[in-house]
């Protein structure tokens, strides 16, 4: 369908559906060009609704870098909301981009965010709006390049029938490569499977298609590489030069509230505090910082160019970044004249966090988080989390005496070696915490959930019957003046352990629950286990095969050949350290951990603590 046909049948629909501000594509900032033969059309879609793929920073970045160049055309479309959905099936509208308006199926690439497991479905459902086939092995020359990529891309068996091509990494290392070498074979006319075998030569490019895996019930028993020129391992790309990456500096404003409604300034990126529990803290290693000054440069034009009044500073452990004292102090002298508040994510437990908080807080002073994860020091111990009840209660005295009178506290339930005494500790802290002068305590669980290329990739999710019970343990016990609690549903936790570790036998499962009309599964009120359960049994598979499954340590992986640069060596003398409540110290305070991420990647140096560091 033409690009004029679909606007003329959006007139009539979009005053009759919520939010109709979600589809206009006219933001402050938006890049609008035409399409033509010589251009490189991409689609970036994020498989979720406008307010949450609006506050992704991963597409901002992504739509200003392509946008630059004069061959591209890059445009947005996220998930469609049930009523719009409705609308334009029953017009037969394709799902058309934010910008342009144009058939998704008509762009030449369609790169889809791969956030959280629980978005998956909606990839299928978008690529059904867009009228393209769903099925890798279904699509042709004239169907567009189905490409993701994202965290989840550690782990992309779940959806290796659904997509063409997965970038493993960071996408602004090798994304104008992939369109450059896309452009060349598309101008020369290169069939389907000789564009993808082209492709597959750039380091970090895994084709799902040329892969075979043999499973056994739970287990995999081989991979086999079907095409020679494709290697049998597809190694992280990582950005060496994170202060000479390309930033965004005009980034979209929405019209209407979105989750995250800020600018947000990643000033640092990997984390090596070596959090067992934390996929992130792994997979985004090594370490990399932007300078000060630049930092306060893309600052300035940040605020100049966007007009927020509000501008977080982003990382996986902000409080870590090692000129922050300095640079929050300028920030906050610049700007706080203008009403520009500064914020920073959750803060580490001791008292310097809290002389940042005073800072940041000189324009806005809202409420402070902080992430114990467990409830006693044995538990903390074994997640390799260094906080001790102690800094903790310091920390929050200070804050109390600064003027703060609520504090959220974020706990982990089902951890390895998890008992009853870690929960009572839970209960415990909170209240020796809401004991601080007037202070009020929300404190929020959510259900731990092994994730892959981490060292707890091994264990069983905690049984679902366990976790409700512990759920139950703390609404009766935590009780008391200023004292809240708030949890994740146990379910969705469930269908994530599945996914996260999964392999490629749950593709089948996918396509039966979407079937089923699974979509949105993220939205608790959408989310129902009873249609996954079915999916799950009309696939010949079990759930709880996959959800409660301990790996042997000696057994191949479903993700095994993704390499993130973190040995799986390390990761299991991670896991025993773990058994044993042995903390594993910072490699930025101390001596190297020999995770083998410099050696993988084939780093030398790299921004640590504002120094060159090599692991050598």
């Known amino acids: 369908?033409?690009?004029?046909?679909?606007?003329?049948?959006?007139?009539?629909?979009?005053?009759?559906?919520?939010?109709?501000?979600?589809?206009?594509?006219?933001?402050?900032?938006?890049?609008?060009?035409?399409?033509?033969?010589?251009?490189?059309?991409?689609?970036?879609?994020?498989?979720?609704?406008?307010?949450?793929?609006?506050?992704?920073?991963?597409?901002?970045?992504?739509?200003?870098?392509?946008?630059?160049?004069?061959?591209?055309?890059?445009?947005?479309?996220?998930?469609?909301?049930?009523?719009?959905?409705?609308?334009?099936?029953?017009?037969?509208?394709?799902?058309?981009?934010?910008?342009?308006?144009?058939?998704?199926?008509?762009?030449?690439?369609?790169?889809?965010?791969?956030?959280?497991?629980?978005?998956?479905?909606?990839?299928?459902?978008?690529?059904?709006?867009?009228?393209?086939?769903?099925?890798?092995?279904?699509?042709?020359?004239?169907?567009?390049?189905?490409?993701?990529?994202?965290?989840?891309?550690?782990?992309?068996?779940?959806?290796?029938?659904?997509?063409?091509?997965?970038?493993?990494?960071?996408?602004?290392?090798?994304?104008?490569?992939?369109?450059?070498?896309?452009?060349?074979?598309?101008?020369?006319?290169?069939?389907?499977?000789?564009?993808l075998r082209e492709l597959a030569q750039i380091p970090g490019i895994y084709i799902p298609e040329f892969y075979k895996i043999d499973y056994g019930k739970t287990e995999v028993l081989g991979l086999k590489v079907e095409n020679d020129e494709v290697p049998e391992e597809i190694l992280k790309q990582v950005i060496t030069d994170f202060d000479e990456v390309y930033y965004p500096t005009e980034f979209l404003v929405p019209f209407m509230d979105i989750v995250h409604d800020r600018i947000n300034l990643e000033v640092a990126r990997g984390c090596s505090r070596g959090c067992r529990f934390c996929q992130a803290g792994m997979i985004y290693r090594p370490v990399r910082e932007k300078s000060q000054e630049r930092l306060e440069e893309l600052s300035s034009d940040l605020i100049n160019n966007t007009g927020y009044e509000e501008l977080s500073l982003t990382s996986l452990s902000t409080s870590d970044y090692s000129q922050v004292k300095e640079l929050i102090s300028n920030l906050v002298d610049d700007y706080s004249k203008l009403g520009v508040s500064i914020s920073l994510p959750s803060l580490r437990t001791d008292s310097f966090s809290i002389e940042l908080a005073e800072k940041v807080q000189k324009v806005r002073k809202t409420g402070l988080t902080f992430a114990p994860e467990a409830g006693t020091q044995r538990l903390r111990d074994v997640i390799n989390k260094g906080v001790t009840e102690e800094d903790l209660l310091k920390t929050i005295q200070a804050a109390y005496d600064s003027g703060w009178q609520r504090v959220k506290l974020y706990f982990m339930l089902g951890l390895p070696t998890e008992?009853?005494?870690?929960?009572?500790?839970?209960?415990?802290?909170?209240?020796?915490?809401?004991?601080?002068?007037?202070?009020?305590?929300?404190?929020?669980?959510?259900?731990?959930?092994?994730?892959?290329?981490?060292?707890?990739?091994?264990?069983?999710?905690?049984?679902?019957?366990?976790?409700?019970?512990?759920?139950?343990?703390?609404?009766?016990?935590?009780?008391?003046?200023?004292?809240?609690?708030?949890?994740?549903?146990?379910?969705?936790?469930?269908?994530?352990?599945?996914?996260?570790?999964?392999?490629?036998?749950?593709?089948?499962?996918?396509?039966?629950?979407?079937?089923?009309?699974?979509?949105?599964?993220?939205?608790?009120?959408?989310?129902?286990?009873?249609?996954?359960?079915?999916?799950?049994?009309?696939?010949?598979?079990?759930?709880?095969?996959?959800?409660?499954?301990?790996?042997?340590?000696?057994?191949?992986?479903?993700?095994?050949?993704?390499?993130?640069?973190?040995?799986?060596?390390?990761l299991k003398e991670e896991y025993q350290k773990a058994l044993d409540a042995e903390l594993t110290s910072d490699c930025r305070s101390d001596k190297c951990t020999t995770c083998g991420i410099l050696q993988n990647l084939a780093i030398d140096e790299c921004l640590i603590g504002g120094e060159k560091y090599s692991e050598n």
């Not at 017009?91 to 959280?116: C, H, W």
């Not at 997965?166 to 006319?189: Q, S, T, W």
């Open 1 to 195: 369908m033409e690009r004029q046909e679909i606007e003329k049948r959006l007139e009539k629909i979009l005053p009759k559906v919520s939010k109709p501000t979600r589809y206009l594509g006219n933001e402050l900032n938006a890049v609008h060009k035409e399409f033509s033969q010589d251009k490189v059309s991409v689609a970036l879609a994020f498989p979720d609704r406008y307010e949450v793929g609006m506050s992704h920073l991963g597409i901002k970045i992504l739509y200003h870098l392509l946008n630059r160049r004069d061959d591209i055309v890059a445009e947005r479309v996220y998930a469609p909301w049930f009523d719009l959905e409705d609308k334009i099936r029953e017009m037969k509208i394709p799902l058309f981009s934010l910008e342009s308006k144009e058939a998704i199926n008509r762009f030449d690439i369609v790169g889809f965010t791969l956030q959280y497991e629980l978005s998956y479905t909606n990839i299928l459902n978008m690529l059904d709006l867009a009228q393209i086939p769903l099925k890798s092995k279904d699509r042709t020359k004239e169907d567009p390049l189905v490409i993701a990529g994202g965290p989840c891309a550690v782990n992309p068996e779940p959806l290796a029938d659904f997509i063409d091509l997965i970038v493993v990494g960071e996408a602004e290392e090798l994304i104008e490569e992939l369109i450059d070498r896309y452009k060349e074979g598309k101008n020369r006319e290169a069939t389907r499977d000789q564009l």
């Open 419 to 570: 008992t009853e005494e870690d929960l009572a500790g839970i209960v415990s802290l909170a209240k020796k915490v809401a004991k601080i002068g007037k202070i009020k305590v929300n404190v929020s669980v959510s259900t731990f959930v092994p994730k892959p290329h981490t060292p707890f990739q091994w264990v069983s999710f905690n049984r679902l019957t366990e976790i409700k019970d512990k759920i139950n343990y703390l609404q009766k016990n935590l009780r008391g003046k200023g004292l809240s609690l708030s949890w994740n549903e146990p379910n969705l936790s469930l269908l994530e352990a599945a996914f996260a570790r999964g392999d490629r036998r749950l593709n089948e499962v996918l396509f039966k629950a979407w079937e089923l009309g699974c979509k949105f599964d993220s939205w608790s009120e959408h989310f129902d286990i009873e249609l996954w359960q079915k999916a799950f049994n009309e696939s010949g598979l079990s759930l709880d095969d996959y959800t409660y499954r301990n790996f042997d340590l000696g057994a191949r992986l479903p993700w095994d050949h993704i390499n993130i640069g973190v040995t799986k060596d390390y």
